[in-house]
């Protein structure tokens, strides 16, 4: 039986550093062959090719890291089995979410992968996360996940919720895909194999702003927001979807001047419900697209792809409002 083909597409992260034993200082590493080095036994249990797109930290990501990511996929899609994406940990969210709009109808995983600690860390994460990974772009999934230690996560629901190698990311408002704890334990929510064409449509707007509500927030706040002229804005309100009403006004302002508001929870498990309390009708009359229970890391990621594929307002609304990728609950 022929060995499984796996892509391994390096972008950089903590992964791919090295500590400098003179000094103890983490420092980039100055080759690829280190993270080759660290896994012999995966290279004879699975076939892999190494492609280094970038070598930067995940604070330094931007989309147009993304589009090259995804654009890198599409070119030798049809050569592998599966695609592993290594990748600092700080935005992997953001990362992986857009993937999953720019990567739509998978018929293999694309796993999303890094580490908090250089991989030549004796006590490190770096070797243990790069193994799950590459053994979970082998199982039968077929769209874009998270994994780091045994759990593999939707990648529109992954979240970093600690620095910590027990449990770096976590999915609050949505079960694993997958588990390695006990052997292989595959969860029967997952998208699985089968053939499908790949839709690649890795375009995203960046004019996008996002705007926590916070007890007091200044109105000079709300105004240099407006000022700015976002093409969308994402709207972290309280529990369902609450706010004060002296941002109506504010609201109404920003409806006339045709910038589309998505908002979502601040809470970690929560969703919007606009049609729980009075008041909120207000924010559908005044055409408030809801979030649902989306993160605000795939929300902001989605509404910058869906700008650039909605042509007209009631288009976009459609598209955030319905889940494309298993993105929130319909």
């Known amino acids: 039986m022929p060995r499984a083909k796996v892509a391994i597409l390096y972008v950089g992260?903590?992964?791919?550093?090295?500590?400098?034993?003179?000094?103890?200082r983490i420092e980039p590493m100055e080759s690829l062959s280190?993270?080759?080095r660290a896994i012999p036994e995966m290279q004879r249990e699975v076939s892999l090719q190494f492609y280094s797109l970038e070598n930067?930290?995940?604070s330094e990501v931007t989309p147009e890291h993304w589009v090259d990511i995804a654009e890198k996929i599409r070119e030798i899609y049809n050569h592998f089995d599966g695609f592993v994406v290594i990748h600092g940990t700080n935005t992997m969210s953001y990362t992986a979410?857009?993937?999953?709009?720019a990567l739509q109808n998978l018929s293999k995983p694309?796993?999303?992968?890094?580490?908090l600690l250089p991989i030549n860390e004796l006590a490190g994460d770096g070797r243990m996360n790069l193994i799950f990974a590459i053994r979970a772009a082998q199982l039968d999934l077929a769209e874009v996940c998270v994994s780091l230690g045994p759990k593999v996560l939707r990648g529109t629901r992954a979240k970093k919720v600690e620095d910590s190698l027990m449990q770096t990311f976590d999915s609050p408002r949505f079960p694993a895909l997958a588990d390695f704890s006990t052997g292989v334990h595959l969860h029967p929510w997952r998208l699985v194999r089968r053939k499908r064409t790949l839709l690649c449509r890795p375009t995203f707007d960046t004019n996008v702003i996002v705007v926590t509500l916070t007890p007091g927030i200044s109105d000079a706040y709300l105004h240099a927001v407006l000022a700015?002229?976002?093409?969308?804005?994402?709207?972290?309100?309280?529990g369902p979807g609450m706010l004060p009403e002296r941002l109506f006004p504010w609201l109404r302002e920003v409806k006339h001047a045709g910038i589309p508001v998505v908002i979502i929870s601040q809470t970690l498990r929560g969703a919007i419900d606009l049609h729980r309390f009075r008041k909120q009708l207000t924010l559908e009359e005044l055409g408030i697209i809801s979030g649902k229970n989306m993160s605000?890391?795939?929300?902001?990621?989605?509404l910058m792809w869906a700008l650039k594929q909605a042509k007209t307002p009631l288009r976009l609304r459609e598209?955030?409002?319905?889940s494309l990728v298993g993105e929130l609950d319909e």
Do not use: D, Q, W
């Open 13 to 24: 992260g903590s992964i791919g550093m090295v500590v400098n034993n003179k000094t103890g």
């Open 34 to 36: 280190l993270i080759h």
């Open 56 to 58: 930067i930290g995940s």
């Open 97 to 101: 979410a857009a993937l999953s709009f």
């Open 110 to 115: 694309v796993v999303c992968t890094g580490a």
């Open 228 to 238: 700015a002229k976002p093409h969308g804005i994402v709207l972290r309100a309280y």
């Open 296 to 302: 605000f890391e795939c929300a902001t990621a989605k």
């Open 319 to 322: 598209l955030m409002e319905r």
